[in-house]
């Protein structure tokens, strides 16, 4: 089969690579140059799936261990933490490495990357993705993998009846800006210092200060676009909190992250998204690694089984990754969003009453056996409102875990469809302004 791949992500490049290895014809079509591709900075992720996918271990010089983290209330006053053991200590990496090692291996596998290409619009037919239109013209395929990220031009531009979600709502993507700054001489390492801030500067979102051996990483995301003026009022909070913070900017820049559930549908006749396109991460933290990773090898497998890009045949990647990953990462983004429609005082009541802990933060929303709402209860109870808004949270993850993973066996548009209207019900909506 002809395979074009929309945009050089890390899911996208995953499964490029293994067609490409399987004898298929693939192409890459990606709008930046290799030095720009990539957010210029670390993120945590299992490493043995990227060993495993390009064939060799990164370097130690590549990677190192976070701290401890602790999950601050709006006010300060209040702090979840959560400590590592050195079984379960988050190892992190930079970005550019990884993006680096999987358009090597894609090209050593037979993959030809066209950079400096952007992706418009995906060409379709008979209810059929036959190829996209890019910037050297247009180009047809048997399938096209839309890795084009959470603005997808390939999705948002397919025929409403196709039944994909085109475009994320509020509340579905941060808008991020991290970078890392020198760090002032004779400080020393804080016993945590891994801090992140839930709606920091009483803005809906979150905001890190993580202190490493030689430098400070601050992140400012928000579900609402940022301003340079926003950015530079935030970090100034953190220089004044944490006198540690140099002047020097080393990296980073400006990225967009999608904070919500995968996609129900992200396949069609010729048509499948992987990674941001199809909003693949941990909704509470934005992580898409793993699950992208995970998905690009999954769609590999299902297309070279089935030896087509039909719907019924691309069906079963959809389905499986709801199974296997997509359902258990929903989980908190009922959470997520409940946060983000409560004023500050509602989270600040959470924290300080132990209805908010580590385990759900850090967990994707596990605590929904008996014994923990009935703790969670008895702590709420003080101011019933705020307690109810989050247990809904909580248990509407839960619910919207178990709808994905019950997608129907087979591609039939009409049971997908009631599908989709019941993980919709399921989910909790960002309603509440900044």
Known sequence: MKILVAGAGHGGLTAAAILAKAGHSVTVYEKQN???IGYDWEDRFTFSLLSDIVGKNAPASEWRYRGDCAFVSPNGQTSVVINYTDENRQKIMQRKYIIRALIENAQKNGVEIKFGTSVAAPTVSDSTVTGLVTSDGEVSGDLVIDAAGAFSPVRSNLPASFGIEQSPSRGDVFYAYRAYFSKKDGCTMSKVPFEVYLRHNDEQGLSWFCENSDSVDILIGRIDPLSDERI????????????????????GGRGIIPVRRPLALMVSNGYAAVGDSAFMTTPMNGMGLDLSLQAGKLLAETVITGNNASA????????DFHVLYGGDTAKNESLKNALLNLPNGGVDFLFKNGVIQASDLAGAGRNTNLGALLGKFVRGMKN?????????????GGKLSKVLKSAPAEFDLKQIGEWQNKVIA??????RGG
């Open 34 to 36: 290799p030095e720009d």
């Open 312 to 319: 019924k045949t691309l069906w079963k990647y959809n389905r």
């Open 232 to 251: 530079e009022k935030n970090i100034d909070l953190f220089r004044k909190s944490h006198p540690c913070t140099g002047d020097k900017k080393l990296l």
């Open 426 to 431: 399921a989910s909790v909506k960002v309603t």
């Open 384 to 396: 019933p409102p705020f307690f109810f808004a989050i247990l809904g949270g909580i248990m509407n």
